[in-house]
């Protein structure tokens, strides 16, 4: 069950909510102003915060802000309380790093469907590839907004293994596994030499991975990955045997209509190991 943080000056409100809350086995904590409301989410570190919009003296907006912001607190799940329920209000609630919201006044029940959707999304923030044991695309998003949050100037790198499912079909399961495998340990270990202190690596799902760097790194780190990757891949594949020249020059043919130039030069290279 979840540690929730409820926000509301509606005493009434609040103690219903946390009655309900707690009923369900959750833990929770609640104070009736915005005043001191980050302070004490900070001393209990809760997985959700339920945020009234408007509140004496200090906003839910604001207090949102603040929580993406900080360093120990951006990875919580927010869920606003809105009175008024209109577009505009409701989506500058999200920007501001609310993940969901949910209109005054509502029943308990809708409440817990919002919650449960909340700890969901903490489970995917927090889950990892069982191939690559890297963090997928809810736990980058959370990532980039607390970045955006903060002000820094980020880049965020798309990589791309071009390639990967005709080497799927030739090798197989095993190969799928040791072609993500090896380009995790890649990346981890590359960006762990090159002294990139502030990174986040992602992995999307197949082939694709994210990296997040400081502005300043980007152009180090894509240029390095790529010099890096081309001197490593071979590790991926065996070596072919071939029993007659007719056999290379088919082989030589489908490697030409692989390489089709963009207007630069370009070496294309066959490493498979079958004709597939």
């Avoid at 104070?31 to 919009?53: C, M, Q, R």
């Avoid at 501001?96 to 995917?124: C, H």
């Avoid at 995790?184 to 090159?194: D, E, F, H, V, Y």
């Amino acid at each position: 069950m979840s540690r929730i943080l409820v926000v509301d000056d509606d005493v009434d409100l609040a103690e219903l909510v946390k009655t309900k809350l707690a009923s369900e086995g959750h833990e929770v904590h609640c104070i009736n102003s915005g005043e001191g409301a980050f302070e004490l989410a900070k001393h209990v570190k809760p997985d959700i915060a339920v945020l009234d919009i408007m509140l004496p003296g200090v906003t839910g907006y604001q207090i949102c802000r603040r929580i993406r912001k900080d360093p120990e607190l951006y990875r919580m799940a927010i869920l606003i309380l809105t009175a008024l329920g209109e577009e505009p209000e409701v989506f500058h609630g999200l920007e501001q790093g609310a993940d969901d919201y949910l209109v005054k006044p509502f029943k308990l029940d809708g409440l817990i469907e919002k919650i449960t959707s909340m700890d969901a999304l903490l489970e995917a923030i927090t889950k990892r590839n069982p191939l690559t044991n890297l963090p997928g695309t809810d736990a980058i998003k959370r990532e980039i907004n607390h970045r955006l949050a903060r002000g820094t100037a980020i880049a965020s790198c798309y990589i791309d293994m071009v390639g990967f499912k005709p080497y799927c079909a030739a090798y197989g399961r095993e190969g799928q596994q040791r072609a993500l495998e090896f380009a995790a340990k890649m990346l981890t270990q590359l960006i762990r030499n090159m002294g990139i202190y502030e990174f986040f690596i992602s992995h999307m799902g197949g082939e694709h991975f994210v990296v997040l760097v400081n502005l300043e790194d980007y152009e180090r780190f894509c240029a390095t990955l790529i010099r890096t990757f081309d001197q490593m891949v071979n590790q991926l594949y065996s070596p072919r045997q071939y029993k007659s020249a007719k056999k290379m020059f088919e082989v030589l043919a489908q490697a030409r209509q692989m390489a089709v130039p963009d207007g630069k030069s370009v070496v294309f290279v066959d490493r498979r190991r079958t004709d597939r």
